[in-house]
């Protein structure tokens, strides 16, 4: 806007300015920001897979689990200067789950086959809050009256998949082999996006 930012934050020093927000302006659905209103960035993760594998005799049996949990939440103004003139909030929140058994055989006989089935169930939350130039407050009668964000979104999305598949093997002779299968997936997924 044509003042100067006495900070000089302008320099080719690999450094840049990273402010917060006044802590009035600070709205309802900024999950995680602090009262003081200082910038942040949180993520907390957990990623854990568990394979077992069983044999008995000539039939092989493997399941593999696994579980994803993400939450982060930031608050930064992103005009990098000292007056923080566009601050934005944003967080998510995932939980992933998935579980896939195999049965495979290995008989000394022509044919052998591969049986499974696999699940997965995954819930998502984010949501991106800015305030630009603290234009506001919202005017009493409009949506969002009294908040100082100039856009607030929130989006809830669930997925969930079932899947089935077999595979079956034809030794024609000792090299070559003839192998055919057929695999099953119905996916289920909703979404529900909010934006003021």
């Not at 044509?2 to 690999?14: A, E, L, N």
């Not at 696999?118 to 009493?140: A, C, H, M, W």
């Amino acid at each position: 806007g044509g003042i100067q930012d006495t900070t000089d934050g302008c320099k080719f020093d690999d450094k840049a300015l990273l402010n917060g927000v006044p802590p009035q302006y600070i709205g309802p659905d900024w999950e995680g920001a602090r009262s003081d209103g200082e910038p942040f960035g949180h993520l907390k993760s957990i990623l854990s897979n568990l394979t077992l594998s069983c044999s008995l005799g000539d039939v092989n049996l493997t399941s593999v689990s696994s579980y994803w949990k993400i939450k982060y939440a930031s608050l930064g103004a992103y005009d990098y200067t000292s007056y923080g003139l566009a601050v934005s909030a944003i967080g998510e929140t995932t939980d992933s789950f998935s579980q896939e058994l195999r049965l495979v055989t290995d008989f000394d006989g022509p044919l052998n086959l591969t049986l499974g089935g696999f699940y997965e169930k995954i819930d998502r939350q984010n949501y991106t809050d800015s305030l630009l130039l603290f234009v506001g407050p919202v005017p009493v009668g409009q949506p969002g009256a009294g908040r100082y964000d100039s856009f607030n979104s929130q989006n809830f999305a669930k997925a969930e998949t079932i899947s089935g598949f077999g595979q079956l093997r034809w030794a024609i002779t000792d090299q070559p082999e003839l192998a055919g299968g057929v695999r099953y997936t119905k996916e289920t997924r909703t979404q529900r996006i909010f934006n003021t």
